[in-house]
């Protein structure tokens, strides 16, 4: 067996079972179903998996990438209505989670969705889709990350303590929607970037992309960080693990497969050029700054 694949193996264990404790510790103090029943934080966790694995069968078989980012935007959007349906009680701080999740959801899956259907193929999966334990793998991962990053809006909605929304929550509210905003209009600016003819094989510094050179990376760190504040008045007990979410999202995103990946290409393919240069020395990698 190659290294390749072990590493696949001991991955999609070890992402299982970190989910099972985050779906664990979440539901300290989350709603059940009955009086005595499963918690339903945890239900969601596990159905965050359990879509993805399925999803996952005919994907292999069909040897395609074209639903994945799709199934992700679907897992978030199941797992937020079946909290919603089964919890009791629900406030204000509630709904509006909700919402923030379902809007940010539908609106990132269509985009990536009709992005990878524009291009045809999602370069990243080539060698991964061949390998049955690979791609089992980043299915399961793409699990994980639902947990993680939901988990905020999860604790929310499912929590037995309901709260007034208050100061905090209006100041999460306020967040969220500055990095919605940032991560909707640098998707929109760069999708009609990439549509002009002229601009073939250049990259964008116009917008929001002179502002920064990754806005809707910060855009959807910040959002999550939105949605962490609106948790924490009722965060208590192992419940804090909700805080896991912008945490898990900037690390994602500044040290593993974000920034990275998509810097070292991008000076692979400009490094040479001195507008390029330009470019990377005046505008922030990711925290926006005006241009002067």
């Not at 979440?26 to 339903?40: A, E, N, V």
């Not at 193929?121 to 993680?148: C, E, H, N, P, S």
């Not at 500044?254 to 330009?278: C, F, H, N, V």
């Amino acid at each position: 067996m190659t290294k390749a694949r072990q590493i696949s193996i001991v991955g999609t264990v070890v992402a299982l079972t970190i989910g099972g404790l985050v779906g664990w510790a979440g539901s300290d103090g989350s709603t059940r179903l009955g009086d005595d029943g499963l918690p339903i934080f945890a239900l969601c966790a596990a159905l965050a998996f359990a879509i993805n694995l399925i999803v996952f069968v005919p994907s292999f078989l069909a040897q395609t990438e074209h639903y994945y980012d799709l199934t992700g935007s679907i897992t978030y959007l199941t797992v937020t209505v079946t909290a919603l349906v089964l919890s009791d009680g629900l406030d204000a701080r509630a709904w509006i989670a909700a919402a923030m999740v379902v809007i940010w959801a539908a609106r990132l899956g269509s985009f990536l969705f009709r992005r990878v259907r524009r291009d045809g193929k999602d370069g990243r999966f080539d060698a991964i889709k061949v390998d049955f334990l690979r791609f089992l793998m980043t299915w399961t991962l793409q699990g994980l990350w639902v947990t993680f990053t939901a988990a905020a809006a999860l604790a929310i909605i499912t929590s037995a303590e309901r709260r007034t929304l208050g100061i905090v929550g209006v100041i999460g509210i306020v967040v969220w929607v500055i990095g919605f905003g940032f991560e909707a209009i640098s998707d929109q600016q760069k999708s009609a970037f990439r549509a002009d003819p002229a601009n073939d094989g250049r990259f964008i510094t116009t917008g929001l992309w002179a502002w920064s050179r990754h806005p809707n990376y910060f855009g959807e760190i910040t959002l999550w960080t939105g949605m962490a504040i609106l948790a924490l008045p009722i965060l208590s007990g192992w419940r804090w693990v909700a805080l896991v979410s912008p945490v898990f999202v900037t690390l994602l995103l500044t040290r593993i497969s974000g920034l990275p990946m998509l810097e070292r290409r991008a000076a692979k393919r400009w490094g040479d050029e001195a507008e390029y240069q330009r470019y990377v020395a005046e505008v922030p990698v990711l925290v926006p700054r005006p241009p002067r």
